[in-house]
């Protein structure tokens, strides 16, 4: 995305109007915008500052904004459930994402968080996305290159019981039903040290993952929840929002790491959760 101060062809752009509805559009000179609240001529948008306000034809009124990441993602065509931002946000975070790293996942979906990842990694880094359903994996494509960060992103079309053709990623976010059954691709693939993450709905499913992990040498592992809730924003009657967004799945972390044999580690390598091999099963 590009964060001039003012907006410009090719943009993405978020118009809100009254009672906060919201569209996002790419503006494209000669383009219009056309809504049952009127049109708006992209040649009237283009060179405004962000934030302006603007009018339609018949004289209703929107912000001009450039839109968040969040926005988005809310905003994505999608065929499967999509993460939302309050998990996106710690995960990146958590499993350290940043400029000019390679990361990958598995199970692109509709590409939510392929595009969080790229937006991460910056023109620099790079992302390697599996899926295995072609049509979804168009869709994700498609998504990706509205909002210009195709370009960051390698899709690969596979059944990822055969692993992966990667090694040493930063990196690898796991979003399938079964992690637990490609836990050790997944090492495979990753650097020493690596971050891995996934999200899941179930207690099972959690279960199933951490003895997965600690079998094939992961550790620091950790498992939470995100529970958003917003609050009116009348500063004179500030009180919670009717609604929050609660539970919306576990996320699950862990660390590829190299223990050996040494007994003198052994302490340790049970404190940080990964099993060794001469623990008895």
């Not at 709905?201 to 951490?210: D, G, Y």
């Not at 009116?232 to 972390?253: E, S």
């Amino acid at each position: 995305m590009n964060y001039a101060s003012t907006a410009r062809d090719g943009d993405l752009a978020q118009l809100v109007g009254l009672t906060h509805k919201h569209f996002i559009v790419t503006l494209k000179g000669g383009g219009e915008f056309q809504s049952h609240r009127g049109v708006l001529k992209h040649d009237d948008l283009i060179g405004k500052p962000w934030g302006s306000q603007v009018f339609s034809h018949t004289g209703a009124p929107f912000f001009l904004l450039q839109p968040s990441l969040a926005d988005l993602l809310n905003e994505l065509p999608r065929t499967t459930q999509i993460l939302y931002p309050k998990d996106i946000g710690y995960i990146l975070i958590q499993m350290g994402v940043a400029h000019g790293q390679t990361v990958m996942e598995a199970g692109t979906g509709s590409g939510s968080m392929t595009i969080a990842l790229a937006s991460a990694v910056g023109a620099e880094g790079k992302v390697i996305s599996y899926e295995q359903k072609q049509d979804v994996q168009n869709l994700a494509r498609k998504n990706l290159e509205r909002v210009g960060l195709a370009s960051r992103v390698t899709f690969k079309l596979r059944d990822i019981s055969e692993g992966f053709d990667e090694t040493d990623a930063d990196a690898f976010f796991l979003d399938v039903q079964n992690p637990h059954d490609y836990i050790p691709q997944v090492r495979a693939a990753l650097k020493p040290g690596g971050f891995f993450g996934t999200l899941l709905p179930t207690f099972n499913q959690v279960e199933r993952a951490l003895l997965a992990l600690r079998k094939n040498r992961f550790a620091f592992l950790e498992v939470c929840e995100i529970l958003l809730r917003y609050y009116k924003p009348n500063p004179t009657r500030l009180r919670p929002a009717d609604r929050m967004v609660a539970h919306t799945g576990f996320l699950v972390f862990g660390r590829r790491i190299e223990p050996n044999d040494d007994p003198r580690g052994a302490e340790l390598a049970t404190e940080v959760g990964v099993e060794m091999e001469d623990e008895e099963r």
